[in-house]
């Protein structure tokens, strides 16, 4: 029997051209569409789906999070298959830790598409080529090859902060969350950079995934 799929994207005329092709091709034996997420909620309370594709364009990052956060504890066998804009490794793996099964980019083709469904299908996860391909020059990357020497350690406040940073979120996202101006959260991150030796935020995530800062 044909798993059945909801999409959570916008606009109309591209989820609903994208829905007769899959049922054209008898991916899918039905789809829903929804462009909210309080009438997302409530279809998958009341029918959740095999399969669950989210558009990250839809929502704020930090609005993603929760979202997906929400779908994937209170159900576990919907597959969440997420389409990303772009996003850096950071953002990709905290999608996985809250609970997606599947990510492809915007630029994914096709066929990328049904490799990611026959996959979810045989409870495996599926990353496209172009995350991939991110993440290998994340590990293999001669500049941050090694881990800092710290020569002055990070306040609570700067270690609080870099967790914000390795979960993804903007200088904006953090100056909410903390309720401090984006000026302060520049002159953290800035010193947060220095302390540990670093240019940028992978240098910064590296660290904390080598020293257990962060799962």
Do not use: W
């Not at 789809?31 to 839809?58: C, D, G, V, W």
């Not at 000026?183 to 670093?198: A, F």
Request: hydrophobic fraction near 40%; include cysteine.
């Amino acid at each position: 029997m044909k798993p059945n799929l909801t999409i959570f994207d916008e606009p109309l005329l591209y989820t609903e051209g994208l829905s007769k092709l899959l049922l054209q091709n008898k991916i899918f034996s039905s789809i829903e569409i929804f462009n909210t997420t309080e009438r997302l909620y409530n279809h998958i309370a009341e029918n959740p789906p095999k399969f669950l594709m989210i558009s990250s364009n839809i929502l704020m990052l930090s609005e993603l999070y929760n979202c997906i956060d929400t779908i994937a504890s209170q159900n576990k066998n919907i597959k969440i298959m997420v389409i990303g804009n772009s996003h850096d490794v950071i953002v990709i793996r905290k999608l996985f830790n809250k609970g997606i099964k599947s990510y492809l980019d915007k630029n994914s083709c096709y066929d990328e598409f049904i490799k990611s469904v026959n996959a979810l299908s045989s409870d495996e996860i599926y990353i496209c080529e172009y995350a991939k391909e991110m993440m290998i020059n994340f590990i293999s990357s001669e500049q941050e090859k090694h881990t800092p020497n710290i020569k002055e350690p990070l306040t609570r406040r700067e270690l609080e902060i870099l967790k914000l940073i390795c979960d993804g979120h903007s200088s904006k996202d953090i100056s909410g969350q903390l309720f401090i101006s984006i000026n302060t959260v520049e002159t953290h991150r800035k010193r947060i950079l220095m302390k540990l030796n670093v240019k940028n935020s992978v240098g910064v995530v590296k660290y904390a995934m080598e020293n257990n800062i962060i799962n």
